[in-house]
T-cell receptor, first 113, second 113 residues
Framework: DGGITQSPKYLFRKEGQNVTLSCEQN?????MYWYRQDPGQGLRLIYY???????QKGDIAEGYSVSREKKESFPLTVTSAQKNPTAFYLC????????????FGSGTRLTVV | QQQVKQSPQSLIVQKGGISIINCAYE??????FPWYQQFPGKGPALLIA?????SEKKEGRFTISFNKSAKQFSLHIMDSQPGDSATYFC????????????FGTGTRLKVLA
């Protein structure tokens, strides 16, 4: 079955450490996205990529970095520069090119300890 | 102009009642309006979507009403059930855009048994 796999489901990080969240899709989608979700604040876009080897900053990119070396993969690194990284992180993908429809992964809950 | 305003922030409905969630937008270039349903600890899943060439779309107990002149759309859940308790997000997109949705801030629905 096609879908998006995010791993791990839960992640604990010590302050000052970088951590990378994995997102893999087998839907052959061109576009991929990372969102952050905090209680009461909805979904905020961190980064998105429309094609391989290209990505753009979203609304809250500071303290985060991404790469898109393969169509299937869009890992997100939460750096030590991110002041408040504890959140629920969601990866999504879409066919792009004017075709609507996001598919979301099941999320990674990151906790800074 | 890029915002989608969603209300209410939270909603409590008795079993069998009608749940109504509203969204408003400003950008007339939006041409696709999906609703997503998210259960705790899970990623959002597409529930129903509408394009501005129709005023209403119904799928089972879920109906989207769309008012193009008022730039508003709403989700109606008929015969609400406890299993409908979730967070609902509206969104807007444009075919000619950068394939990234503008999400509302979400509505937490609780249906009492």
């Amino acid at each position: 079955d096609g879908g998006i796999t995010q791993s791990p489901k839960y992640l604990f990080r010590k302050e000052g450490q970088n951590v990378t969240l994995s997102c893999e899709q087998n839907l052959n989608h061109d576009a991929m996205y990372w969102y952050r979700q905090d209680p009461g604040q909805g979904l905020r876009l961190i980064y998105y990529s429309q094609i391989v080897n290209d990505f753009q900053k979203g609304d809250i990119a500071e303290g985060y970095s991404v790469s898109r070396e393969k169509k299937e993969s869009f890992p997100l690194t939460v750096t030590s520069a991110q002041k408040n990284p504890t959140a629920f992180y969601l990866c999504a993908s879409s066919r792009g090119q004017g075709v609507h429809g996001y598919t979301f992964g099941s999320g990674t809950r990151l906790t800074v300890v | 102009q890029q915002q989608v305003k969603q209300s209410p922030q939270s909603l409590i409905v008795q079993k069998g009642g009608i749940s109504i969630i509203n969204c408003a937008y400003e950008n007339t270039a939006f041409d696709y309006f999906p609703w997503y349903q998210q259960f705790p600890g899970k990623g959002p899943a597409l529930l129903i979507a509408i394009r501005p060439d129709v005023s209403e779309k119904k799928e089972g107990r879920f109906t989207i009403s769309f008012n193009k002149s008022a730039k508003q759309f709403s989700l109606h859940i008929m015969d609400s059930q406890p299993g409908d308790s979730a967070t609902y997000f509206c969104a807007a997109d444009t075919t000619s855009g950068t394939y990234k949705y503008i999400f509302g801030t979400g509505t937490r629905l609780k249906v009492l048994a």
